[in-house]
């Protein structure tokens, strides 16, 4: 059933809702679901499709249905480099988590009988959605906000067949747009609001803890916009210690941008009051100033004893350059975790969750490349010489 984080008012878990009638949040709830880890093991080793969905996986835990509409997703690469490991969900079918999320709401879409999915996004969402919609036959609708997303993502949008309307205005402005417009029009609304995305998000925290042989970390850092990720991180952990899964919780460590950090101001409160901002950053995919998900992210807080942080965008280009040239890569809103693991000075065995794929945000690389890197040749051995002694002298 759909439970109300607020009042906990119950609701069918077949209703069309995404919020309380107090206005308060849904969440998934149910009994305790009756597999283990060693299931979730040997599906690893199964050439069944539903079996090597890093989501579906789990499926005991995340929705249980036979017909899923699946790539299938998940089963990302955890590096580890500097004793410090990095959980890469850029290396997703559509290049960010967000189709963890997304193949369960899209799922649940059509189980409801949906024909046509809406979102608002900064361009991972909408391009996550339009490649499920694609596949599993219903119209797309995003809203961006105009001019404020990747080219990449735009694009990747686009190409799969995506109807976009760019929203004159922020993200937030686009939030509230598409909330209306899917109550006034009968569209099923996929943002991390629809309490599905959680559920499918929750499987990054339970896929990691499986990649380390279910031996919790003592962090797990995560990027934080519109709190979606930290909220099913919280929940994925509140479960997976409720049922047995692991026997001590990570703390979670969810960063900010600092040109966007309602949630951080929140936290240096004790949460004593809900922040909005005005939000301006390089990382566009954390561009958000009115989090919709911010009371589960505080109860995700509360819950694993977390902490909230924040990096300014020459901390986290910095941060970027280093994950990059580990030869890993990643889009700018991911490398606020490495940002904050230094910022925070945490110590310990640690994942950063690396949300979003390199090639997602390629303008940020290339305002930040040297002409010792890049250099433009005549077609002759005196000018590659020239080149390769210019190159090696350069600072790396
Ligand atoms: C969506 C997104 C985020 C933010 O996640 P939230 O769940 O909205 O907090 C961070 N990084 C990337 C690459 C994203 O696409
Ligand atoms: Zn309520």
Redesign the pocket.
Known sequence: MLRCITCGTTYDIDQIRYTCDCGGLLEVQRDKPNVDRATFDARRASRKTIDQSGVWRFREAVLDVDNVITHPEGNTRLYERNGIYFKHEGENPTG???DRGMTVAVTQAVRLGATAIACAS????SASLAAYAAQAGLKAIVFVPSGKISTGKLAQTLAYGATCLQVRGDFDAAMRLVREACDRLGIYLVN?INPFRIEGQKTIVWELLQDLEWNAPDWIVV????????SAFGKALVEAHEYGWIDRVPRLASIQARGANPFFRSFTESFATRHRVEAETIAS??R?GD?V?HDKAVNAIRFTNGVVAEVTDEELMSAKREIDRMGIGC?P??ATTLAGVKKLGLTGRIVCVL??HVL?DTDAVMKNVSPDQMIEINPTIEDVARAVERSAAAPR
């Not at 990027?223 to 930290?230: R, V």
């Open positions: 960010s988590f967000k900064t361009g991972n969402t991390s990027p934080a916009g519109n709190l979606g990720n930290t995919a954390i958000i989090p998900s889009e809103a991911s949300t979003g997602k």
